[in-house]
C-alpha cells in the first residue's frame, strides 16, 4: 500500500482553519504558528523551535533566522500578518518581544515548561482545530505543502517556489507542486490575501 499523496490546503481552509481559533492567549498562539507556518513555508521543527533571539527588526521589516535541514542556515523576512500574529499571542502570555531573552522560546507554553510548547501538544490542537473547521485532519507538514501551493496559485514560478523552500533542486520542487497541484519574501501578501489575513 502506498502512502496518500501530499496535499495542500486552499485559501478557503486555511481561512477556516484560522476563523475557528479560539481568542484565548493558546488560540492565538496556535493560529501565530499556522500563519508562520504557511506564510513563511518553513518546517514544523524550524517554526516550533524559534527562539525570540531568532527574530530582529531592521525599519519596518521582521527577520527571522533558522536552521533548514542539513545543518542549512538561513535569514528571510518574517512577513508581518505573522509578525502582528506573534505579538498578540506573546502579549496574551503578558510576554513582548522587546523584553524577552534571546533564548526564550517564541511560542509560550501553559505550563512551567521552560522550554516553550512542545511539538505534540500542538499537534493535538490542531487537529481539534481540523475538525472544527470541517476538515481531513493532517499532519504539520500539512502546512509546508500548503505554502508551495499557494505561492504556485498566485503566480510564483517553481524557481521562486524552490527558492522558498530551500530545496535543494529544481527537480524536488517540481515533483512536490506536481504532486501537489535574508531574502525579501515579495510573495507573502499575495498569499496572505488569498487565506484571508
Request: aromatic share 6%; glycine share 10%; proline share 6%.
Amino acid at each position: 500500500m502506498s502512502p496518500s499523496p501530499p496535499r495542500g490546503l486552499s485559501g478557503d481552509q486555511v481561512h477556516q482553519l484560522l476563523a475557528i481559533t479560539p481568542d484565548s492567549p493558546v488560540g492565538l498562539r496556535d493560529r501565530a504558528i499556522i500563519l508562520t507556518l504557511v506564510l513563511t513555508g518553513r518546517r514544523r521543527a524550524e517554526v516550533l523551535n524559534m527562539k525570540a533571539g531568532d527574530l530582529s527588526v531592521e525599519g519596518e521589516r521582521t527577520y527571522y533566522t533558522y536552521r533548514g535541514k542539513g545543518g542549512k542556515r538561513g535569514r528571510r523576512e518574517l512577513p508581518q500578518p505573522a509578525v502582528e500574529a506573534i505579538r498578540l499571542a506573546l502579549e496574551a502570555f503578558g510576554k513582548h518581544m522587546a523584553t524577552m531573552t534571546p533564548v526564550e522560546p517564541l511560542w509560550p507554553s501553559t505550563s512551567q515548561n521552560l522550554k516553550g510548547l512542545t511539538s505534540g501538544t500542538f499537534y493535538g490542537n490542531l487537529q481539534r482545530y481540523f475538525r472544527l473547521a470541517g476538515i481531513k485532519p493532517a499532519g504539520v507538514h500539512i502546512f509546508r505543502h500548503t505554502a508551495a501551493k499557494l505561492r504556485r496559485d498566485v503566480g510564483e514560478t517553481v524557481e521562486d517556489v524552490s527558492r522558498f523552500l530551500d530545496h535543494s533542486s529544481l527537480a524536488v520542487t517540481t515533483v512536490y507542486l506536481r504532486r501537489l497541484e535574508g531574502e525579501q519574501d515579495r510573495s507573502w501578501a499575495k498569499v496572505a490575501e488569498a487565506i484571508g489575513v
